[in-house]
């Protein structure tokens, strides 16, 4: 299966609708499958004493606080419709992640999204997770900040969801659907799960790739990678590692105001990234060691034959002195060398004529 890539617009819009069309422009001549947006009511999503996070703080000051940031970003019920519409007409995937229930709902029932990206700020967001899976939808689930323990949690109630539509919601229940041979159905057949470090930039040092196998193993489920970090190497590193979907943040100008702007790629290099998992998920091949179609012509002109090294009378013993391993090959062997030591050479060779006894 190819590696899905989705372009994290997020909130790199600004709040300007214009913008967010020149991302989706962006993302489609750059070759992703999807563009993501984020969906947000920002009385709902967060309080109006909630602090920023460090990285906020660096990047738009801390002359406003976390909600008139927000307030400034939101994008509204129109321009996700304008929104959809565009990515239609240029072939890319429509994709928003929603931070309340009433976005959520919006995403759903009205744009008529399949899929639903949950932020890792979701883990533990239990309401959000069960009206999620109510809605019979596919879920690619974020896990930055999470343990084992709480990704399974999340799991147990994204499988109570998608089985028990009409049951009273409890973590029994939800462990209960989560160990049952129909909750681990729904789950494989929905939910993919992103490794993620929740840093912006994250460092390399945290990055941690080597957890996408260790969710994998766990929960036998398909994982990609949601990268924070700069620019493209642990995206191809994650590729090379089997992710099934990379997300990645980019913008229009790494130099524009805001949070997120300073960890996502420019245009030019979203494509760099897209053809660079492209050219690493056709490097994987296949597990079977042996040789290429282009390899074959190779073979002959590359390998060595054993030959004359001196001009050889016939009956004269062969030796060290007189054989010698030589391109091209498709003659005897060099491991045929030392069972003709001592033979003696049923004809006359030519010095550089191949052997053939």
């Known amino acids: 299966m190819s590696v899905y890539i989705i372009a994290e617009a997020g909130v790199n819009h600004n709040g300007s609708l214009d913008t967010a069309l020149q991302l989706v422009d962006a993302a489609s001549e750059a070759g992703a499958d999807a563009v993501k947006f984020q969906t947000f009511t920002t009385e709902r999503l967060v309080r109006k004493n909630a602090p920023k996070a460090e990285y906020q703080k660096q990047a738009t000051g801390t002359g406003e606080s976390q909600y008139e940031m927000l307030r400034r ?62 809605k019979g939808v596919d879920v690619i689930l974020s896990t930055g900040m999470s343990t084992l323990g709480e990704v399974e949690t999340a799991l147990a109630c994204l499988a109570f969801g998608y089985i028990a539509p009409n049951e009273s919601p409890s973590l029994d229940a939800f462990l209960s659907a989560y160990f049952s041979p129909e909750g681990q159905d729904a789950l494989q057949k929905r939910v993919t799960l992103l490794h993620c470090t929740t840093e912006y930039p994250a460092p390399f040092g945290e990055v941690n790739l080597r957890s996408m196998r260790t969710l994998r193993d766990a929960f036998n489920l398909p994982v990609g990678y949601s990268d924070h970090t700069e620019g493209v190497a642990v995206s191809i590193a994650a590729a090379a590692l089997g992710a099934s979907v990379i997300e990645k943040h980019f913008t229009l100008d790494r130099a524009l105001p805001g949070p997120d702007h300073k960890a996502s790629l420019e245009p030019r290099d979203l494509a760099e990234l897209v053809l660079s998992v492209r050219q690493t998920e056709a490097a994987l091949g296949s597990v079977v060691k042996a040789p290429s179609p282009s390899e074959r012509e190779n073979r002959c002109i590359v390998r060595k034959s054993l030959a004359a090294k001196r001009p050889i009378k016939k009956g004269e013993p062969f030796s060290l002195e007189n054989l010698a391993c030589k391109r091209p090959g498709g003659g005897m062997s060099p491991f045929a060398f030392w069972s003709l030591i001592g033979r003696t050479a049923g004809r006359e060779y030519a010095e550089d004529e191949a052997v053939e006894e």
């Open 73 to 134: 970003l939101e994008l509204p019920r129109a321009a996700h419709e304008t929104l959809f519409e565009r990515c239609s007409a240029r072939g890319i995937d429509f994709l928003s992640t929603p931070f309340d229930e009433e976005s959520l709902d919006f995403l759903t029932d009205e744009l008529r999204l399949k899929t639903i990206k949950l932020g890792s700020g979701e883990v533990t967001n239990g309401p959000l997770l069960l009206r999620t899976a109510r």
